[in-house]
């Protein structure tokens, strides 16, 4: 049975006040990785807690088709941001904006 957004938002509400990598590690825990993700050298990482979910040097990442790359304003990830949900946007910056939080790979 999937967590509903109401009942994501109790739990958190209720492990009290922490910081955002903390909360951010948890609803990743909770409800999965987002498809809104950044990327560096081929390397995906969840736009929400920073973990790295994909590798698309050495290894196959076929989810790679359906991420929002941030920063990425493509045709692709315009298409592919619609098919996203209240999961993957959740505490996620908007992928589409300039954004100060955001490091830029930098080799």
């Given at each position: ?95 589409f904006k300039k954004s100060k939080e955001l ?5």
């Amino acid at each position: 049975m999937e967590l509903t957004k109401k009942e994501l938002m109790k739990k958190l509400k209720a492990l009290g006040k922490m910081d955002k990598q903390t909360r951010n590690d948890i609803v990743c825990s909770l409800i999965g990785h987002s498809r809104i993700q950044s990327m560096c050298f081929g390397y995906y990482y969840c736009g929400r807690c920073g973990t790295q979910v994909g590798d698309g040097l050495a290894s196959v990442y076929p989810e790679a088709e359906e991420v929002v790359i941030i920063d990425h304003k493509c045709i692709v990830c315009k298409k592919n941001y619609k098919k996203c949900t209240w999961r993957d946007k959740l505490y996620v910056i908007d992928p589409f904006k300039k954004s100060k939080e955001l490091e830029k790979c930098s080799g």
